[in-house]
């Protein structure tokens, strides 16, 4: 147990349905980001939240939307993915915007496959 | 920016066997991890190690930043110790991002 919590752990879903992802981390942090891991490929930095407010968008198409209610809960909007968008998808969290001296903990991930 | 590599990308060993994990760095560093990500998907902060050398139980890490390199030792590797570890580096640039490695895939085998 780390203190980042992810739901669900696995998703299946449709190139037309629209499902959330779910992170919570208990660590009192306040930066969380969304990592997405493809097979063979380095973990790839999608959103950062600091403080609730978006400081990082790497260049992420729009059917992904991240929401950031409180610093302890994030979001991820699915919508209309493509087969390719298939992968792990990783929350993390550090005790402040990472830079220098932050450590990240992560979530267990959610293994989505899109058909 | 700063590019991450890490070697070897795979690594078979005996349960009991020592092993080194080799990540290099294009760029000098300010923030330096070791994860390990067990086969369950689970990523697990190992070291947070810009410099110098740090142990904890059979791990212990050594980043020697003058030469853009950090190494992670595993002593008498244990079947948990499978998995897949990854380095990841931030250079202090303007976004200060960490960058991660691909990965060293350890199988240890009973």
């Known amino acids: 147990e780390t203190g980042v919590t992810q739901t669900p752990r696995h998703l299946v879903m449709g190139m037309t349905n629209k499902k959330s992802l779910k992170c919570e981390q208990h660590?009192?942090?306040?930066?969380m980001y969304w990592y997405k891991q493809s097979a063979k490929k380095p973990l790839e930095l999608m959103f950062v939240y600091s403080l609730e407010e978006r400081v990082e968008n790497n260049s992420v198409p729009s059917r992904f939307s991240p929401e950031c209610p409180n610093s302890s809960h994030l979001f991820l909007h699915l919508h209309t993915l493509q087969p390719e968008d298939s992968a792990l998808y990783l929350c993390?969290?550090?005790?402040?915007?990472?830079?220098?001296?932050?450590?990240?903990?992560f979530g267990s991930g959610t293994q989505l496959s899109v058909l | 920016g700063i590019q991450v590599e890490q070697s070897p990308p795979d690594l078979i060993l005996q349960e009991g066997a020592n092993s080194t994990l080799r990540c290099n760095f294009s760029?000098?560093?300010?923030?330096l991890q070791w994860f390990h990500q067990n086969p369950w998907g689970q990523l697990i902060n190992l070291f947070y190690i810009p410099s110098g050398t740090k142990q904890n139980g059979r791990l212990s890490a050594t980043t020697v930043a003058t030469e853009r390199y950090s190494l992670l030792y595993i002593s008498s590797s244990q079947t948990t110790d499978s998995g897949v570890y990854f380095c990841?580096?931030?250079?202090?640039?303007?976004?200060?991002?960490?960058?991660f490695g691909t990965g060293t895939l350890l199988a240890v085998q009973p």
């Open positions: 660590l009192g942090h306040n930066a």
């Open positions: 993390a969290s550090s005790q402040d915007w990472q830079g220098l001296g932050e450590k990240l903990f």
């Open positions: 760029d000098s560093v300010n923030n």
């Open positions: 990841a580096a931030a250079g202090g640039g303007a976004t200060n991002k960490l960058i």
